[in-house]
């Protein structure tokens, strides 16, 4: 049946929504779910290089893994990836609309187009294989137009067999348990969570500070809260800004027993204190979980890391990979050994200096002992200052941060109350004793205070302490 | 309008597409050859069984181009155009057809940073047949976490290869590595791990779903061995804790906290375990049978404190008779090897000549040991020597032999120092031994990009006939239960 020519407002009807479609989706990726794409991005790596995509896309699916891989690796960028989803899903609808307008008429045509483009819309927000089916979907309905594109019904049926054989060989099955489920709903909160897991990868910790502040009642929003103070020298001023979880929530274990998510999340932490075994480690695990095992900001840092670790040959590897990527191609020649110009190799040996230099085993769940082996290779290595501080502070273990803090002694208001806890319990309260640890004999006025109202003292060591010992 | 769109689209894509295919020519060798022309596998002044799947690699330098690759064998001539030396199965079939004993002369011609560099290296192709099937599980160097990880067979006279069990049949099950029973195909067995898993025996081609463990062991079975005879299997019992080393670059460390020895009875469905190969003052591991099934080789240490004094545990290789009739380990116990170092993976020739190991400066995980070397014992002589010949700059660890005695096959991080890879290497009956070659690729580039690790390449002399269909179906069956032998 052939489509008869519109004319007023049905004239205008289909592109009318299909522009308003493209839109909205365009904006909500733009701006109400902006982390989305950029998490699909980093799992993603497309390689130009014709034996990689050889041996990569081959078999059931590999068109729709080509182009999906082809498409998501714009995703981090702020207006070509979403402006690549919202056609996508709008094409759905479009062609939806098209195949349904050679049966019925222009309303009901373009309510069913509607519910398709909302569907594939809403599907998109969800997990990360949701671009390949809707690129697999949005395949094998332009398969079926084409179809029909063909006057006989010979031709549309030979047409639409031998389109749909074309398509399970190029687009693969249109279910697979990987596309998840048949329906999803954005979550704003999830977004702002995978935000924060792409600014502390970007080391944008204002950034991280500013986008932890609605969900730190959450263990990641927390965690990244305190890495962004601990990197910026401030974590020994604002550990209590929020109800802080268990010690071990400080500087999480990289481990089996959790997910792949927290675990990459961890090893940033790991990363910028200088232990590169859990950094690596973090990143395969994170590897790993990502869809084809080979996630670009992945292989970035098993790059970096092996840099720093003086791994050349590994670096390389990961290197090469990178340098045949359309964004990471740049960054990666210029860290390439023998290649690197200056300004890469003082980055490089300044990074190096956090290193270790005393070998032991640990499984980094206690992590006192491995703070302590990166003090000793660097003592101005303030992020380990900090977290040492702040984890004996957790662990409400006053001998080990007397102990640490007279040796690697950090700017904090929040060590000096820890300081006067133990001075109060070991009547070491006097002038002589606050002068040694330069604490201004004016707080311990202001200790006298949170005595008598600890609830106007919340963002103090002194309140968490006291909470401890009535918990006891 | 439409089609200036079209084209447009169309113009941005291609622009896009090619934007990203300048400087192919960063892909410097991690562990290329020596001499003028750099290749990639190192495939120079190799020996090779004839029956190996083409030696593929590339011409690994920055600036090389206009390559042009001559081979000859006695009359025969082959020429190959291109940095990507890639041979045809057919061509490379033919070429080596009647080979054996020959040496294949190479040379070849480029033209680097603008000047003309020529190279000539030699293939010796032995007389000696080698086994024509490998199996290995590839997964990431991660070793404490799995996620879609799958147990292969290729064939290593062609690039065939085989899924034997993965992560789609098995509900993505975490799954350990394939073994053969004295490198028979029709004889082996391999774990399928978590709820649904067990150990899967292959004997003469019927498979049995089995959980080797009973309640007085501290875990189901781990390492081990099949025994010639088809009745049992020698295998350790670990407690294995993941862990991580403070100096970068040494990565990972695995050790145990327990480890007992037991022997599986496959046909009266029991474990044999006796109290002094399960000492709770030892650590026994890595168990393996003698050529003639009559003794085991397996590694002992005196237990400490670990991980705090992991260093300080070194294992030593020892041997204890194995009585056929009932699959009792003898007490009385012979070393074999013991030293400054640590051994792991001891592994019997099929001729019953010698025994490989390897040597590490403590623990009981190698694999990130650089210093970690294979070390050959003659069990004719008893003398005991490191292979340093083959030695490469990271670990070598794990191997296997070929039923001829005459080739093996062990997995080395050299290079890159992250993934292992399948190096063959021939042994002569003097013991000594050629340049070690990587398993061949059809794509010369296939280990700059693989991501993942070769993990117990272990050689067959048949296929397996394995599928992950059979994977599928063992994970719906139950488990046969083991119960606990009498003593």
């Known amino acids: ?472 | 309008m439409r089609n200036y769109l079209n084209i447009f689209i169309s113009a941005t894509l291609l622009m896009l597409m090619l934007a990203g295919c300048k400087g192919r020519d960063y892909a410097v060798a991690v562990d290329g050859s020596e001499g003028p022309l750099v290749i990639y596998p190192d495939y120079k002044d190799v020996t090779v069984p004839a029956n190996i799947a083409p030696l593929n690699y590339r011409y690994a330098m920055d600036g090389v181009r206009k390559a042009k690759t001559t081979f000859t064998l006695g009359d025969k001539s082959v020429t190959i155009k291109g940095t990507a030396v890639e041979w045809r199965l057919g061509r490379w079939k033919d070429f080596l057809k009647g080979s054996e004993g020959q040496t294949i002369t190479v040379k070849a011609e480029a033209i680097v940073d603008g000047k003309p560099v020529t190279d000539t290296w030699s293939i010796y192709v032995s007389p000696d047949p080698m086994d024509g099937w490998l199996t290995y599980r590839l997964i990431e160097p991660s070793y404490q976490m799995y996620n879609e990880v799958s147990i292969r067979e290729r064939c290593v006279e062609n690039f065939d290869e085989t899924v034997i069990s993965d992560f789609q049949h098995t509900d993505n099950a975490c799954m350990n590595c394939h073994i053969h029973g004295q490198q028979r195909g029709d004889y082996s067995l391999y774990y399928i791990r978590g709820p649904k898993g067990g150990a899967i025996l292959n004997q003469g081609g019927k498979l049995r779903k089995l959980t080797l463990k009973t309640a007085s062991m501290i875990s189901p079975t781990v390492y081990g061995e099949l025994h010639p005879d088809g009745r049992f299997g020698v295998f350790s019992t670990n407690i294995i804790i993941p862990s991580f080393h403070m100096l970068a670059g040494e990565r990972m460390e695995v050790f145990d906290t327990a480890s007992d020895l037991t022997v599986a009875d496959f046909e009266k469905d029991e474990m044999i375990n006796l109290p002094h190969v399960a000492r709770a003052d030892k650590f026994e591991t890595f168990p393996c049978f003698s050529a003639d099934g009559k003794s085991v080789f397996y590694c002992v240490a005196d237990t400490a404190a670990v991980p705090a004094q992991i260093k300080e545990v070194r294992y030593d290789l020892v041997r204890a008779d194995f009585d056929v009739t009932n699959g009792h380990i003898g007490e009385q116990v012979d070393t074999v090897w013991t030293g400054n170092g640590s051994v792991c993976h001891p592994k019997a020739s099929p001729d019953g000549r010698w025994l490989m190991f390897t040597v590490a400066d403590y623990g009981t995980f190698p694999l990130f040991h650089t210093e970690c070397t294979l070390y050959l014992a003659d069990l004719r002589t008893g003398e005991v020597r490191p292979m340093d010949e083959i030695k490469g700059d990271k670990s070598d660890s794990y191997h296997s032999w070929s039923s001829s005695g005459r080739w093996f096959v062990f997995a080395s991080k050299r290079g890159d120092g992250q993934y292992g890879k399948p190096y063959f290497c021939h042994l002569d009956e003097n013991g000594r031994t050629t340049k070690p070659f990587v398993l061949p690729q059809k794509s010369s580039r296939f280990y700059v990009y693989n991501l993942k690790s070769f993990n117990v390449p272990d050689m067959g002399s048949a296929p397996t006939g394995l599928t992950a269909k059979d994977a599928q179906r063992m994970c719906g069956m139950d488990s046969e239960p083991f119960e606990e032998a009498s003593r």
């Open chain 1, 1 to 472: 049946m052939r489509e008869k020519p519109l004319s007023g407002f049905r004239k205008y009807a289909g592109p009318g929504a299909a522009a308003l479609g493209f839109l909205s989706a365009f904006l909500f990726f733009q701006f109400a779910y902006p982390y989305h794409l950029i998490k699909r991005e980093q799992a993603n790596l497309f390689v130009y290089d014709g034996d990689y995509i050889a041996a990569t896309y081959r078999g059931m699916g590999w068109l729709a893994r080509f182009v999906t891989d082809f498409l998501e690796q714009f995703f981090h960028l702020p207006v070509a990836g979403p402006f690549v989803v919202a056609l996508l899903v709008t094409g759905i609808g479009i062609v939806v609309y098209r195949i349904l307008r050679r049966f019925l008429g222009v309303w009901p045509s373009l309510g069913v187009a509607v519910l398709a483009f909302a569907w594939a819309f809403l599907r998109e927000t969800g997990n990360i294989y949701t671009t390949r089916y809707t690129v697999v979907v949005l395949g094998y309905l332009a398969f079926i137009l084409a179809a029909l594109q063909f006057k006989k019904v010979w031709q549309k049926v030979l047409a639409t067999v031998l389109f749909l054989a074309f398509g399970v060989w190029a687009l693969g099955s249109p279910y697979h348990k990987y596309y998840g489920t048949l329906w999803n709903t954005p979550i704003i909160e999830y977004d702002r969570m995978i935000g924060l897991d792409a600014e502390v990868a970007r080391e944008d910790w204002d950034k991280v500070l500013k986008l932890s502040k609605k969900d730190l009642y959450t263990v990641e929003a927390s965690f990244c809260y305190n890495l962004a103070h601990a990197v910026k020298g401030s974590l020994g001023s604002t550990l209590f800004n929020h109800s802080q979880g268990k010690a071990y929530q400080l500087l999480p274990p990289v481990s089996i027993d959790r997910s792949a998510f927290s675990d990459c999340l961890a090893a940033e932490a790991w990363y910028q204190l200088g232990n590169m075994t859990v950094a690596e480690q973090g990143a395969i695990v994170a590897l790993q979980s990502s869809p084809d095992h080979t996630g670009a900001r992945y292989i970035k840092r098993l790059a970096e890391v092996n840099l720093l670790s003086g791994e050349d040959a590994a670096a390389q590897k990961y290197l090469s990979l990178l340098s045949r990527t359309l964004f990471y191609r740049k960054w990666a020649l210029s860290r390439m050994p023998g290649r690197q110009d200056e300004s890469v190799r003082a980055a490089l040996a300044d990074a190096r200096a956090n290193l270790p230099v005393t070998d032991f085993v640990h499984q980094s769940e206690k992590p006192r002992n491995v703070l302590l082996g990166l003090l000793e290779a660097n003592p101005s290595n303030t992020v380990a200052r900090h977290y040492l501080l702040c984890y004996d502070m957790l662990c409400y273990d006053l001998e080990s941060f007397m102990k640490d803090y007279t040796a690697y002694p950090a700017k904090g208001r929040l060590y000096g109350e820890a300081v006067l806890i133990w001075l109060s319990q070991n009547d070491l309260l006097n002038e002589q004793e606050l002068a040694r640890y330069g604490i201004d004999p004016s707080e311990v006025d202001r200790m006298g205070r949170f005595s008598q109202n600890p609830n106007a003292f919340r963002d103090s060591y002194w309140y968490y302490y006291l909470k401890a010992l009535r918990a006891q």
